[in-house]
């Protein structure tokens, strides 16, 4: 990958400020490092669960993770699609310093993923003497050379794309040849509901390295609640399907039975730590990959997936660690995906790779000391309807295809009042900071996909035309 004079200059300048917040938030020598248990939901909006406001049905157990550790009320995804997202979350920097972070989100059997070599999560911990296993969604590659295999992980049980039907574990509808079940790198067939075949194999693992006695990283990925609108008795809608994103099917009632079952499986996960013995020495995250789709609740946010409007962007994000961080507490930090991996090295014990410093921050003052928030500059980008938002304390800088907004998102969490005329200083100098962000990212190439949706797939989108 070529890098600028800018670029280089910026990663020198960074590098000594990110190794020195790792360094002051290594545990201290002989304490055993944690294990690691990190849970992405898959499109689940703002307020799917019952701990954030959901009011027509109940996640008791991912609530649990909130009423045993600490819910953050002003998370972000790096991004309003999936691998994007992803991309961050296992490099810990922006995703567009990658030919991957790129594709919104990627599609297909393109020739791309992350890197050879590159410093990821896994690989990081892997260095560090953990164990690693991902269960679920990958989307950051489907060729060979881009297995998870490749990228820091020991094992994996899941599926490469963006999506698979829930019974018939394929990325198209029934009568394709389109099977994207895995073993480590082999495909497979296995019947069963694929929310609970997840949960299947993360308590397998769990068992497994509990017996260990080693440090592990479990990745569990769901893919619910994300397309198709398959509940666990919905397996005749399975083989109606004539689209796999079923743009004419679902339900506020299937969306519910989708989320509730992921909850079950999510209490499954935490009943075998405890039974294991190992719950007080892990690190339980649950967060979503971008902010929700149709059916989902993204209140007090407008936007969905696709948008850089908050709803589009704003996630739960909830991390349990007993005996560190407090029992039902909440913070108001500004967190982003990217800021998992210099977390999570952290409380291992570990460093990044200098040569690749995170663009995320540790946020073990936060969950740890009870420090108070810290402002943050957090930049987007999507291609679909050029999109551009940038987020400096309270503020917020957006841009929609040609009209730009300045927003206070704290008072005006529905980006309603457009403060730009009013507070023109503000505006122009966010506008000014993104232009200069930008020029250090790789550039947008017009002939990768950004999707969106039209007002022929969704009505709430009638402005948006085919292209």
């Known amino acids: 990958m070529n890098i600028t004079r800018r670029q280089a200059i910026a990663t020198a300048a960074t590098a000594p400020l990110l190794l020195a917040q790792a360094t002051r938030n290594t545990p201290p020598p002989g304490t055993p490092p944690p294990n690691i248990v990190y849970i992405m939901a898959d499109d689940l909006g703002y307020a799917d669960l019952s701990c954030y406001g959901r009011r027509d049905y109940s996640t008791p157990n991912i609530d649990r993770i909130a009423s045993d550790g600490m819910k ?88 490469h794309g963006g999506g698979v039907d829930y019974f018939t574990h394929k990325s198209g509808i029934a009568s394709t040849n389109t099977g994207d079940l895995w073993d480590d790198d082999v495909k497979i067939e296995k019947a069963g509901y694929l929310t609970d075949l997840l ?21 569990l990925h769901f893919n619910a609640p994300h397309w198709p609108w398959e509940g666990p008795e919905d397996e005749a809608e399975s083989q109606r399907l004539r689209n796999i994103q079923d743009y004419d099917g679902g339900s506020l009632a299937t969306y519910a039975r989708m989320v509730t079952r992921m909850d079950m499986q999510v209490g499954r996960v935490l009943e075998t730590l405890e039974n294991s013995g190992i719950a007080q020495n892990t690190i339980v995250i649950f967060t979503s990959d ?39 507490s909440t913070t108001q930090q500004v967190a982003i995906t990217m800021d998992w991996l210099p977390t999570l090295v952290a409380a291992a014990g570990t460093q990044p790779d200098p040569a690749y410093p995170p663009d995320g921050m540790s946020l073990l003052p936060a969950l740890t000391e009870g420090a108070a928030p810290v402002p943050r500059k957090l930049y987007w980008r999507y291609r679909a309807n050029s999109q551009r938002a940038l987020r400096d304390g309270d503020m917020k800088w957006l841009k929609l295809g040609e009209n730009t907004y300045l927003f206070n998102v704290v008072s005006d969490p529905l980006e309603r009042a457009n403060l730009k005329n009013r507070q023109q200083e503000v505006y122009q100098r966010l506008v000014t900071d993104y232009e200069a962000w930008n020029a250090t990212m790789l550039p947008e190439d017009p002939k990768l996909g950004s999707a969106t949706f039209t007002g022929a797939q969704l009505a709430d989108h009638y402005g948006n035309l085919p292209k």
Request: charged fraction near 15%; proline fraction near 7%; aromatic fraction near 12%.
């Open 199 to 219: 949960g299947d194999r993360a308590v397998s693992v769990l068992g497994d390295y509990a017996k260990a006695g080693s440090p592990f990283l479990l990745s």
């Open 72 to 159: 953050f009320m002003q998370a972000y995804a790096n991004s309003s699609v999936c691998s994007a997202t992803r991309t961050a979350l296992i490099t810990g920097r922006y995703q567009y310093r990658l030919q991957v972070g790129l594709e919104e989100p990627l599609g297909g059997n393109r020739n791309v993923g992350i890197p050879a070599g590159h410093p990821t999560l896994p690989s990081l911990l892997k260095k560090a003497g953990y164990s690693t296993t991902l269960v679920g969604k990958w989307h950051l590659g489907s060729m060979a050379e881009f297995s998870p295999l490749h990228a820091g992980y020991d094992h994996f049980f899941g599926f």
């Open 290 to 328: 971008n902010g929700g789709e149709r059916f989902s609740d993204t209140w007090p946010f407008t936007g969905k997936k696709t948008e850089l409007l908050e709803g589009g962007l704003r996630i739960p994000a909830i991390v349990r660690w007993p005996r560190h961080i407090p029992a039902g």
